[in-house]
């Protein structure tokens, strides 16, 4: 059954019967010291703006300020591992015997965290650090950008897993003039560095919800690593894109937030499948 909860997930987490899903994707809080906030912009028409409409009338673009109590969260921790600790000890034991998760953070904590996931799943379990890699956004000065995410795959048994290699979608090839038309045209598997845009500020795809993924990364996660029929946990669900992901291909979905945007975001857009 498809459920959208609200509500602590540890509590959730821990009301869940043993090795009951087959696949967890978490996207937590990245524990950057900011607010995560979908940035919001309106148009008013201005002689001067800097933009043009419709007739050539032109317009000026204003940013809106968050204002308190609205949507985001302040993503801050004295304890950050003691937060994420208990939830994923439960992840484990909810997890079934095959199954896989994957923890989706960045370069700032992303050491931290897999010494933790080590100690809890074991290091043998641990199968790869996938790099999300993007270009969109503000340009560092006195650094190299940061343009990647992290998300680390483990798996409740090293041996056994799922892994439908098959089922997932091809890549172009950088030099395909190096292997020939046939293989060109077919493309090929992606590897352990995943190039995919963020969700276009503009695009069809965005739900107003801070930082919210896109759907090519999540249904390449649904569609490898489970099967049709499983059932697929995110319990820091935020837009719903896992939810979504799964739907599409087959799968059950438990989706648990504590925000009431994040549930207000999913209720529609996951509607057609609750």
Not at 190 to 207: A, F, M, N, Y
Not at 239 to 245: H, I, R, V
Request: charged residues 30%; neutral net charge.
């Amino acid at each position: 059954m498809n459920r959208i909860v609200q509500g602590d997930n540890l509590e959730v987490l821990r009301e869940m019967e043993t090795e009951s899903v087959e696949l967890i994707y978490i996207d937590p809080p990245f524990n950057t010291g900011k607010r995560q906030a979908r940035t919001q912009m309106k148009t008013v028409q201005d002689a001067m703006g800097d933009r043009v409409g419709f007739g050539g009338r032109r317009y000026r673009t204003e940013v809106l300020k968050v204002q308190a109590g609205g949507s985001g969260y302040g993503d801050q921790f004295d304890d950050f591992l003691g937060f994420l600790r208990p939830r994923l000890e439960e992840a484990y034991r909810v997890l079934s015997a095959a199954g896989s998760l994957f923890f989706h953070i960045d370069y700032r904590e992303v050491h931290y965290c897999k010494v933790m996931l080590d100690e809890i799943f074991g290091r043998p379990c641990f199968q790869n650090e996938i790099i999300w890699a993007y270009d969109y956004g503000a340009r560092a000065k006195k650094r190299w950008p940061a343009k990647h995410d992290n998300i680390l795959w483990y798996t409740k048994d090293p041996e056994q897993y799922t892994f439908n290699l098959d089922e997932c979608d091809r890549i172009p090839y950088m030099a395909p003039d190096l292997v020939g038309a046939e293989k060109a045209a077919k493309g090929k598997t992606p590897t352990d560095v995943w190039w995919h845009t963020i969700v276009s500020p503009t695009g069809k795809e965005k739900t107003g919800y801070a930082t919210q993924k896109p759907m090519g990364v999540l249904e390449r996660i649904v569609k490898v690593h489970s099967n049709p029929g499983e059932r697929v946990l995110d319990f820091f669900a935020g837009s719903g894109t896992t939810g979504e992901a799964a739907a599409k291909h087959g799968r059950e979905f438990l989706m648990v937030d504590q925000s009431d945007d994040a549930i207000r975001v999913m209720k529609q857009r996951l509607a057609n499948w609750l």
